[in-house]
Nanobody, 119 residues
Framework: QAQVAESGGGLVQAGGSLRLSCVAS????????MGWFRQAPGKEREFVAD????????HYADSVKGRFTISRDNAKNTVYLQMDSLKPEDTAVYFC????????????WGQGTQVTVSS
């Protein structure tokens, strides 16, 4: 089973940008869709974006459409989330995992990376 390690979070002012990275283990990375999820304090984990293994398809939650961009580099086993025009409501711990139909393929999660957006 693939293991993931997320990084790139931090504290940023509203309107700012951050780029998250997720490195996954395993030789079959390019065969999996990969997605980003987030969990805010006191809330359920929610889908943010995903990308197909061949990078041809991307899908975004309505709340981030037009502001966030997901991409991947299969040679580096890495998926990215470029977050622009950040809002305080984007504050959450961000996680990545392999996905199918925009749902995580596994119930196991990495440590995630904290994103805090100040107003």
């Amino acid at each position: 089973q693939a293991q993931v390690a997320e990084s790139g979070g931090g504290l940023v002012q509203a309107g700012g940008s951050l780029r998250l990275s997720c490195v996954a283990s395993g030789r079959t990375f390019s065969t999996f869709d990969m997605g980003w999820f987030r969990q805010a304090p006191g809330k359920e984990r929610e889908f943010v974006a995903d990308i197909s293994g061949d990078t041809r398809r991307t899908h975004y939650a309505d709340s981030v459409k037009g502001r966030f961009t997901i991409s991947r580099d299969n040679a580096k086993n890495t998926v990215y989330l470029q977050m622009d025009s950040l809002k305080p409501e984007d504050t959450a711990v961000y996680f990545c995992n392999p996905t199918y139909d925009s749902a995580s393929l596994t119930s196991l999660w990495g440590q995630g990376t904290q994103v805090t957006v100040s107003s």
